[in-house]
């Protein structure tokens, strides 16, 4: 699936993708992949288990907003999924 107005494959976490869950908050909600290039193939990620902190206490606490944060797992590779609530479509 390619990316959409409600999907980002991002292959690092970086601070500024909280503007990307800011836009998705004030539209229909979305998911941002973190460990995926830009065809959305996983090539994984690094301190998954630190990521899986850090990301919702950042969402909350610069933007205010509540996500659902949840670690994935293809070939042995970890990835992200990072779902603004509103948000229900399928990947």
């Not at 800011?22 to 959305?40: H, P, V």
């Not at 998954?48 to 206490?57: M, V, Y």
Request: with cysteine; hydrophobic share 35%.
């Amino acid at each position: 699936m390619a990316e959409s107005q409600n999907i980002e494959w991002k292959e690092l976490w970086r601070d500024e993708y909280l503007k990307w869950i800011c836009g998705f908050a004030n539209a229909q909600g979305g998911k941002i992949y973190i460990g995926t290039d830009d065809n959305g193939n996983v090539v994984g990620i690094q301190d998954s288990k630190k990521l899986l902190e850090d990301i919702p206490n950042k969402v909350r606490d610069v933007p205010g907003i509540l996500v659902d944060v949840n670690l994935l797992t293809k070939d042995r590779k970890d990835y992200i999924e990072i779902q603004e609530r509103r948000y229900y479509g399928d990947v």
